[in-house]
């Protein structure tokens, strides 16, 4: 049974960092395809950045401008989203998703003064 449990979200001041973490059980996060996507009120969720499978290779979104970076650490089997310089309009529910079909449970970032 594939389990994706999220964590390291919460209130960030603009400008500021935070640093999410999925750790995984019953999938190797080595062997599948990783991404982060995102949920805003009222807007449909969009893909934040992604590892292809069994590559080192990553992609993000636009909106990213470089204040992201996505990683994963094979030993424990843990995906991380790095955020930096953090701005109002990154106030989302960020997911982990791994394979294309499984997701965490979701963790909510809010940027604001």
């Known amino acids: 049974q594939v389990q994706l449990v999220e964590s390291g979200g919460g209130l960030v001041q603009p400008g500021g960092s935070v640093r999410l973490s999925c750790a995984a059980s019953g999938i190797s996060v080595s062997r599948t395809s990783v991404a982060w996507y995102r949920q805003a009120p009222g807007k449909q969720r969009e893909l934040v950045a992604r590892f292809a499978s069994y590559s080192s290779f990553t992609s993000y979104a636009d909106f990213v401008q470089g204040r992201f970076t996505i990683s994963r650490d094979n030993a424990k089997n843990t995906v991380y989203l790095q955020m930096n310089s953090l701005k109002p309009e990154d106030t989302a529910v960020y997911y982990c998703?791994?394979?294309?079909?499984?997701w965490g449970q979701g963790t909510q970032v809010t940027v604001s003064s």
């Open positions: 998703n791994l394979d294309q079909i499984y």
